[in-house]
């Protein structure tokens, strides 16, 4: 419908972009798994990923990937791109309001 994506104005989609915590997307994608075999594979990735930025980010060791590994990782992130864009549209809703929805006690 046009709110957020590539054809609606960045300020939309701005606050819906940087309102994914990370740790909450996590736990979210591992009960999400159940939806379709593919967010199953975008959460494997999404862990993956994750696990690989901290270690670039706060690791103090000096960065040890090659460019073939750090390859394989822009592949995985491409490949769970494509997942996403792939899911039927009910599921794909489906994903996005748990990514971003915070549940209540």
Do not use: M
């Not at 709110?3 to 701005?14: D, L, N, V």
């Amino acid at each position: 419908d046009g709110t957020i994506g590539w054809s609606a104005p960045w300020e939309r989609f701005e606050l819906l972009y940087r309102s994914v915590d990370h740790q909450h997307a996590k736990q979210r994608l591992v009960e999400a798994r159940v939806l379709d075999p593919d967010v199953k594979r975008i959460g494997e990735i999404f862990l993956d990923l994750l696990r690989e930025r901290h270690i670039a980010d706060y690791d103090p060791k000096p960065f040890k990937k090659s460019k073939a590994e750090v390859g394989l990782l822009l592949a995985q992130a491409n490949e769970a791109v494509d997942l996403v864009e792939g899911l039927p549209e009910g599921t794909y809703r489906q994903l996005a309001v748990l990514l971003i929805a915070k549940r209540r006690l």
